[in-house]
């Protein structure tokens, strides 16, 4: 069964920390994202690759950086953590021009206090 | 650039009723269209896409979609729905690039009465 594993179900953090939310994909998908997911407002794209090396930001990347080394991981890191980073983190992925849809991680619902 | 406008926020439907979850998008070429149900904690599953050909597409779990393009509109429907039914709906524009970015409406919550 492919699959997209986010690391954590569930994290907590302090103010400041850095954070590091992990995903790997097993589908060889040269697209991978991270939303954001905030009741009320949807899914919102934080940054999103298309290859190896290559990042792109989405709609709000501020506070947010990623890392993707390997073709089948993306990292979203929190460089220094605030409390309104506190939301749902969904890891996806998709083929080239995504014609086929995403394929969703399970999320990591991340607590900053 | 594209948007996604769900105008009900919460449905509720009687087991066994037909549903239908409104959908408008806006985007300025052809697009990619998709539906994504999401359970209680979990991600994202798909349900059905569109992209082109016709303009009724079947999905997973009986559900059933279609685009009209002169209502910029891509509705989802399900003639019976099941208790088990019961979850948050997702309406999604895609890109037509290779990097395919989607842009998600804010969801619409379906509640099922007994």
């Known amino acids: 069964d492919v699959k997209v594993t986010q690391s954590s179900r569930y994290l907590v953090k302090r103010t400041g920390e850095k954070v590091f939310l992990e995903c790997v994909q097993d589908?060889?998908?040269?697209?991978m994202f991270w939303y954001r997911q905030d009741p009320g407002l949807g899914l919102r794209l934080i940054y999103f690759?298309?290859?190896?090396?290559?990042?792109e930001k989405g709609d709000i990347p501020e506070g947010y950086s990623v890392s993707r080394e390997k073709k089948e991981r993306f990292s979203l890191i929190l460089e220094s953590a605030s409390t309104n980073q506190t939301s749902m983190y969904l890891c996806?992925?998709?083929?080239?021009?995504?014609?086929?849809?995403?394929?969703f991680g399970s999320g990591t619902r991340l607590t900053v206090v | 650039a594209q948007s996604v406008t769900q105008p009900d926020i919460h449905i509720t439907v009687s087991e066994g009723a037909s549903l239908e979850l409104r959908c408008n998008y806006s985007?300025?070429?052809?697009?990619?269209l998709f539906w994504y149900v999401q359970s209680p904690g979990q991600g994202l599953q798909l349900l059905l896409k569109?992209?082109?050909?016709?303009?009724l597409v079947q999905g997973i779990k009986g559900f059933e979609a279609e685009f009209k393009r002169s209502q910029s509109s891509f509705n989802l429907r399900k003639p019976s729905v099941h208790w088990s039914d019961a979850a948050e709906y997702f309406c999604?524009?895609?890109?037509?690039?290779?990097?395919?970015?989607?842009?998600f409406g804010d969801g619409t919550t379906l509640t099922v009465k007994p």
């Open positions: 999604a524009v895609g890109e037509s690039t290779n990097a395919g970015k989607s842009t």
């Open positions: 690759s298309y290859d190896v090396k290559m990042k």
């Open positions: 985007y300025g070429a052809t697009p990619y």
């Open positions: 569109y992209f082109s050909g016709d303009t």
């Open positions: 996806a992925s998709s083929l080239l021009g995504q014609r086929y849809g995403y394929t």
């Open positions: 589908m060889d998908h040269e697209n």
